[in-house]
């Protein structure tokens, strides 16, 4: 079981990406889902999170109002709308899947790079 994140690049400042968390071998419905991102030399930040069913949704300051977080549980995928993107947002973003049960595994997306730059 494993989840990948995809969806990085380069974008220009106030542009925007979406960012995709897509599980194999887990139902995505049954863990929340927090996106971080870690820029070089820093350490690893909370983005976003999303309960299992997409109810209780959490964003960190610096990207309310220009992130929007979701989840379609049919197609096992979490979503990250990053709109009005700028310079500081460059980082590698990760998703993590997580069971409210203690003890069951987590699940790290291997990255994705996000580069805003003009």
């Known amino acids: 079981a494993h989840v990948v994140a995809s969806g990085g690049g380069l974008v220009q400042p106030g542009g925007s990406l979406t960012l995709s968390c897509a599980a194999s071998g887990l139902a995505l419905s049954d863990y929340a889902v927090m996106w971080y991102l870690q820029a070089p030399g820093q350490e690893r930040d909370l983005v976003a999170t999303i309960d299992k069913t997409g109810t209780i949704i959490n964003y960190a300051d610096f990207v309310k109002g220009r992130f929007t977080i979701s989840r379609d549980n049919a197609k096992n995928t979490v979503t990250l709308q990053m709109n009005s993107l700028k310079p500081e947002d460059t980082a590698v973003y990760y998703c993590?899947?997580?069971?409210?049960?203690?003890?069951?595994?987590?699940?790290w997306g291997q990255g994705t790079q996000v580069t805003v730059s003009s």
């Open positions: 993590n899947a997580e069971h409210p049960v203690p003890g069951t595994p987590t699940y």
